[in-house]
């Protein structure tokens, strides 16, 4: 069977000790750091992230059991909490003072359920009845009340990339209130009511925290509801409900995410994706919300991919002792020891590691039949490009040919994106040319992201191996060629000369001139001076391409030099000699490239003819017939006399 | 008085038309068997052994003088014959009447004829009489094709039943330079509707496997043919002339009977075949269709000719004649290529409406001129109206036709690139110019006009129509 886990767990996960009863595992999901406290950090603590090599150790006073800790935002002050009355804050800063100092939260016969750090100085306390921000001073060890809320709490989620932090509160605990954190201040966001499957009587907390997540999606942050299934409301399985949480405005259901199973489910977002774990089947599955289905209902969305497990994963042996012919032991995925956190992070604390869960996009080419919902979704990933190059090579390719609507449309979707790409880009180049003063904010020059796919991109890595591959019927290639080029079009892209090349070549290469002559009568492939010349070259075997190519000479108009040069090496001096009048540069060109044709042809009156037009040129010009020395026309002259005699030159005129 | 004087104009007709090989029947007494084609059939057998034998006797004469280059024509006062030997030693001969002028005299006198011997253009007569061949050779493959397959037993009839009805169809009268450019009509498009109709064909052609060639065309003018030059010209020629005109006038009577569309599936299209069943609902439809001949790299091949149409899109599908037409193919045909054409045909009809809103009626030419281009075969012509089966009607006088005529054999004469212009005796001007490949005819009514004058207004008319080409002024 071929690979089709199209989730894996990254290569070098976060190393630390295990959980254990003498040490216990905290994870941060602000900075990403997982703390391994021994014996209450009385024999240490190790903390590590977000990556295997960053690690920092030290040793606390066991001053009880540690319920939380957390770094305040770079590694600044560590807050300890031990007790369900106060938090504990250590310096970490060098040169202030490291004893430890404390502060107990300001409601009465609260109980603190935990605390984020929403800056380096700055901290959130969660209490059962509000939240109180206080700022820390490190250096004086002391704290101060910013601000407070009071309301009632149920349980609390914090989101450090968007710093909002989300209480649950009401009986059954379904009123999410949110608040955002801004430049140290507070700020009450709409609160708003997650739908529950079936209304408890009487009312119980109903609503748990491990069916809450807030994640950013697309640039947006949301709230995840798992939504499980109960047998007496009428669904049957489980479904996650995206609730769109904008900075103004009221939280509102945006999408939903049919999971068409039920049991024990937890998520991730890895590249936009949402990741939906099922541990009784031991697979995940995957949604993309800005893919449509138009068999669903609107936002409704089924998983992109059949459900796969994660990529098999054994876990090295390393360490001080090695035993190079043991082989790793394999890990057991979605066990119930694992912890998910968003946006990507597994934790296994019982075998103390921390993996990034990753999206591999290759498998997925071959576990989604329909080419273009394939390119929909390659096209939204991170590291899409030479996935979505092979993809546009399989369906050229003999075995997995796609049909010409097939290819049509995988173009199609590539240009379209290519197409945002360059208009953006030329909307910034323009706000940039008209002076960068206005708007110079708000114009952001466009990333160019993997899933820009342009010419040169498809020609070096699809199209010109596909056209000289061997065994594939002319017709079709020709009929790519064109698709890509019709695509392109309507695009309104500008077509590179090198994509012509290609047809033009394939085109010979098969004797298919007529067709070829039918294209450039149309104006399929534009004009430009490569390929007027191009033409020219293949004179010998088509000889109407010398009319295709002067044509385009002539309505390129920027080719007038090249269009004197063929009439001249067919001796059609005479020919030359009109058009160059007839465009009005006869004054200043060239006399001897003229004269030698004209000499060469052996036609003695065309000599003469030619002769006499420059004679008159440059008597209208300097009131002289003569030639001047650095037109170096003498040879011609002798010619000339030898030919009609001195008697035939035209004389100065004589005053 | 007026009756006795009235003039009766006699335009040029076909007198005879035959075909022979000499070498059939060498031997006295053996003369008929040379004949393999004549009209008119009535003809005393002994007439035409004679005829024929005078043909050859002219052709054996002139060949003492130049043996490279068989005799073309032969004027006579009455008539005019024309001679083209298409294969080796089979001969086709054409005799034309000139045309004439019945004056009627006084006192009973029996009417004074005037031949005008000088109206009939060798150049004319002798393309029409090479386009009949090339028409022959279209639908049943060369003359040795034929003596190969089953010798002059088959041959005759093959003559017979297509000369029959072809030579019916042929209208000397309006026969002009047109016939001797034979050239083709290409309808202007944009690059985008362009490549939208490639795109269609190549879906068309690999989804229907079987069809090896096709042509695409729109009002009666080409987009895009798979075939070669020279075998789409005179298939062109077929359609436009014949195919085209007969189907069009049902469509012109009865509107509502070509527009009702077709109810294939959920799609509604227009689609119709134009060759082969007329009804595919019809149980007791025929899958025959046209053969046509056409070049190949080892000679020549055979194919089934199907043309389908859909509004003012017409499609060739040519498919090897080996293969055996079904009802399943022609529906198949006509559900996937029904829909998409009619698609594209309004698209086209769209952009077509849109390109002549934004070019203004004022750039409509107010000249009258031909172009033709030997090139790419490309035809252009504001003087001839629309054809119909019958005739091709002209706008202007026969005599100016007659100028443009006479330019043309000039310029046949030479390589060089020429320009004539031509006082004609009514006050017009004719002007033809020659740029390598490419030839333009200008008819210009200006009373007054010098040579200078008319030289310029040619220069304008260049740079307004023909900007786009390499044309030298």
Redesign the interface.
């Known amino acids: 069977m071929s690979e089709e886990h199209y989730l894996e767990l990254c290569e070098n996960p976060v190393q630390f000790e295990h959980a254990s009863s003498v040490n216990n595992v905290f994870f941060d999901e602000a900075n990403k750091q997982v703390f391994a406290v021994r014996s209450g950090g009385a024999t240490g603590v190790v903390v590590k992230g977000p990556d295997d090599k960053k690690s920092i150790a030290f040793r606390m006073d066991d001053k009880g059991e540690v319920k939380c800790i957390k770094f305040s935002i770079g590694n600044k002050i560590l807050a300890v909490q031990r007790t369900s009355k106060s938090v504990d804050f250590i310096n970490f800063i060098p040169e202030y003072p490291h004893t430890e100092f404390s502060q107990e939260c300001k409601m009465k016969n609260a109980s603190v359920l935990g605390f984020c750090w929403t800056n380096w100085n700055e901290i959130v306390f969660i209490t059962d009845q509000g939240i109180e921000l206080y700022q820390v001073f490190p250096d004086k060890r002391s704290v101060k009340l910013v601000k407070s809320q009071s309301l009632s709490v149920n349980w609390y989620q914090y989101c450090p990339e968007t710093a909002v932090l989300l209480l649950s509160t009401s009986g059954q605990g379904n009123v999410l209130q949110p608040f955002v954190f801004r430049n140290g201040t507070l700020s009450k966001m709409t609160k708003f009511e997650i739908e529950l499957p079936v209304v408890p009587k009487p009312a119980k907390l109903s609503l748990s925290e491990r069916d809450i997540a807030m994640a950013t999606i697309y640039g947006q942050p949301y709230v995840m509801y798992l939504k499980h299934h109960s047998r007496t409301a009428n669904s049957p399985s489980a479904e996650v409900v995206l609730y769109h949480l904008p900075r103004e405005g009221a939280c509102k259901k945006s999408h939903v995410l049919k999971l068409n199973t039920t049991g024990k489910f937890a998520l991730n977002i890895v590249d936009n994706l949402v990741v939906v774990h099922h541990q009784s089947t031991q697979t995940s599955l995957i949604y993309d919300i800005h893919l449509r289905e138009p068999d669903c209902a609107l936002n409704t969305h089924q998983p992109v991919l059949p459900a796969r497990s994660i990529h098999p994963y054994r876990i090295p042996l390393t360490g001080p002792v090695v035993v190079p012919s043991q082989p790793p032991v394999p890990c057991q995925l979605y066990s119930s020891s694992w912890s998910v956190f968003q946006p990507d992070i597994i934790i296994s604390a019982s075998e103390g590691y921390l993996w990034y869960l990753q999206v591999k996009l290759p498998p997925t080419v071959n576990l989604q039949q329909d080419k273009g919902k394939l390119m929909d979704f390659l096209l939204r990933r991170r590291d899409c490009k030479m996935v979505i190059l092979s993809v546009c090579s399989q369906i050229l390719d003999g075995g997995e040919r796609g049909?010409?609507?097939v290819v049509?449309t995988v173009f199609d979707k590539l240009n379209q994106v290519y197409k945002e790409y360059l208009e953006a880009e030329q909307m910034y180049t323009l706000a940039m040319e008209s002076g960068p003063s206005r708007n110079s904010a708000a114009q952001k020059r466009p990333v160019r992201t993997q899933a820009v796919i342009d010419q040169s991109d498809m020609y070096t890595h699809v199209l010109s191996s596909f056209t000289e591959r061997k065994g594939v019927c002319h017709?079709?290639i020709?009929?790519v060629l064109?698709?890509y080029?019709?695509s392109l079009?309507?695009s309104q892209i500008t077509v590179q000369h090198y994509l012509y090349e290609l047809v033009i070549k394939t085109l010979v290469q098969h004797n298919r001139f007529?067709?070829l002559?039918?294209f450039l009568?149309?104006?399929?492939l534009s004009d430009s001076k490569p390929l007027a010349c191009l033409l020219l070259s293949l004179e010998s075997t088509y000889p109407?391409a010398h009319?295709?190519s002067?044509?385009m000479?002539?309505?390129l108009s920027t080719a007038n030099d090249e269009?004197v040069e063929v009439l001249l090496s067919k001796q059609?001096v005479?020919?030359a000699l009109?058009?160059i009048r007839?465009v009005g540069s006869h004054d200043n060109v060239s006399a001897r490239k003229f004269l030698d044709a004209a000499q060469q042809s052996g036609d003695r009156m065309l000599f003469y003819t030619v002769f006499r037009s420059f004679q008159q040129r440059n008597q209208r010009l300097r009131g002289n017939p003569a030639f001047n020395p650095g037109e170096h026309c003498e040879e011609h002259v002798v010619h000339f006399k030898q030919l009609f005699g001195e008697q035939s030159l035209m004389k100065a005129a004589t005053v | 008085m007026a009756a006795v004087t009235q003039e009766k104009q006699y335009t040029p007709s076909l007198l005879s038309f035959f075909v022979y090989n000499p070498s059939f029947g060498p031997r006295e007494g053996e003369e008929e068997k040379k004949i393999l084609f004549y009209h008119p059939s009535e003809v005393e057998k002994n007439e035409k052994i004679r005829n024929v034998g005078l043909c050859e006797a002219i052709v054996q004469f002139t060949r003492t003088f130049c043996p490279t280059k068989p005799v073309k024509s032969l004027h006579t006062q009455k008539n005019r014959q024309f001679f083209f030997e298409p294969e080796d030693s089979f001969w086709i001969v054409m005799i034309v009447r000139n045309p004439m002028v019945e004056k009627p005299n006084k006192d009973g006198k029996p009417p004074t004829i005037e031949y005008q011997e000088e109206e009939v253009l060798d150049t004319v007569y002798g393309a029409v009489l090479r386009q009949c061949y090339s028409m022959y050779k279209l639908f049943n493959g060369t003359f040795g094709r034929a003596m190969e397959a089953g010798g002059v037993e088959l041959l005759i009839p093959k003559l017979e039943k297509f000369f029959y009805r072809y030579l019916q169809t042929l209208h000397l009268q309006s026969c002009d330079l047109l016939d001797v450019f034979s050239g083709i009509s290409?309808f202007p498009?944009d690059?985008?509707t362009?490549?939208?109709i490639?795109?269609f064909v190549?879906?068309v052609?690999?989804?229907l496997r079987l069809v090896k060639y096709t042509a695409f065309l729109y009002n009666d003018q080409l987009?895009?043919?798979?075939l070669?030059?020279d075998d789409m010209r005179i298939l062109y020629k077929y359609l436009t002339t014949s195919l085209f005109p007969r189907h069009s006038e049902p469509e012109l009577a009865g509107r509502d009977c070509a527009l009702r569309p077709e109810v294939s599936g959920n799609l509604l299209h227009y689609g119709r075949f134009l060759t082969g069943p007329a009804n595919l609902k019809d149980p007791e439809a025929k899958f025959r269709f046209p053969r046509i001949f056409v070049h190949t790299e080892d000679g020549s091949e055979e194919l089934h000719l199907i043309v389908y149409k859909a509004m003012s899109a017409a499609v060739c599908f040519m498919i090897s004649a080996s293969v055996e037409l079904t009802r399943d193919f022609c529906e198949r045909l006509d559900a996937l290529v029904g829909p998409q054409l009619t698609l594209l045909a309004s698209d086209i009809c769209e952009q077509f409406t849109l390109n002549r809103r934004i070019s203004g009626p004022d750039k409509e030419p107010q000249f009258k001129f031909i172009y033709f281009?030997h090139?790419?075969l490309?035809e252009k012509s504001t003087i001839h109206m629309r054809k119909t089966a019958s005739v091709s009607l002209t706008s202007v006088h026969p005599d100016l036709m007659k100028i443009l005529g006479d330019i043309n054999c000039d310029f046949a004469r030479v390589d060089e690139?020429e320009e004539v212009i031509v006082k004609a005796m009514t006050d017009y001007w004719v002007v033809g110019k020659k740029s390598?490949?490419?030839e333009l005819y200008v008819i210009l009514n200006q009373k007054n006009a010098n040579l200078i004058e008319v030289n310029e207004e040619v220069k304008r008319l260049c740079a307004t129509q023909f900007n786009?080409?390499?044309f030298?002024?």
Do not use: C, T
């Not at chain 2, 987009?223 to 798979?226: C, E, P, V």
């Open positions: 049909s010409l609507p049509a017709k079709f020709i009929a064109m698709e080029i019709r079009n309507q007529y067709m002559h039918q009568q149309y104006h399929v109407p009319q295709l002067l044509d000479l002539k309505r269009i059609q005479l020919g009109r058009f007839s | 290409f498009l690059k985008m362009y490549l939208k490639q795109s190549n879906r052609e690999e989804n987009i895009w043919s798979g070669e030059q281009n090139m790419n490309a690139d390598d490949q490419r786009n080409i390499f030298l002024d």
